[in-house]
């Protein structure tokens, strides 16, 4: 785990610019917001996701997710089908304020293209540039 200002981004994860992670779990991933999001975002008062079985497309918008700043939509980091959403921020959002890489994750996925949508994703060493980069771009 390294902190960017205040940000924190963990290693053996893939980042999306639109502040996803992804976590490969097996032939599954995990996927959740990231710290930064979170933090920009202020405080989450509701989150809007599909159910198992729902198709996914990588960089277009699967969800919503509402604070008391702002409305935004949540873009899937990859490609695939649900297989798992996580009730818990459905009626309690305000776990992805406080655990966004742990409890707070947002769905398991069965992905179509693995490789290849992570490829198109930021390793750790290339997200801890790009929230530096983030980071300066705010100030």
């Known amino acids: 785990m ?3 200002e205040q940000y924190e981004v963990p290693e053996g994860i893939y980042y999306s610019k639109d502040f996803v992670w992804v976590k490969v779990e097996g032939d599954k991933v995990r996927m959740g917001i990231t ?3 979170q933090k920009s975002l202020r405080e989450i008062v509701y989150a809007e996701l599909p159910g ?4 996914v497309k990588q960089n277009e918008p699967f969800g919503i997710l509402e604070s008391v700043k702002s409305v935004s939509d949540l873009v899937s980091a990859l490609s695939g089908t649900i297989e798992e959403t996580n009730e818990e921020v459905q009626s309690k959002p305000e776990t992805l ?3 966004p890489y742990g ?3 947002l769905l ?3 992905p179509s293209n693995l490789q290849g949508d ?4 930021m390793d750790f060493d290339k997200a801890v540039e790009w929230h530096k ?3 300066t771009n705010k100030y």
């Open 97 to 99: 304020n406080e655990d």
């Open 118 to 121: 992570l490829a198109n994703l």
């Open 52 to 55: 198992a079985g729902t198709q």
């Open 2 to 4: 390294v902190k960017v």
């Open 133 to 135: 980069a983030q980071t």
């Open 35 to 37: 710290d930064y999001a």
């Open 108 to 110: 398991v996925i069965k």
């Open 103 to 105: 409890k707070g994750w």
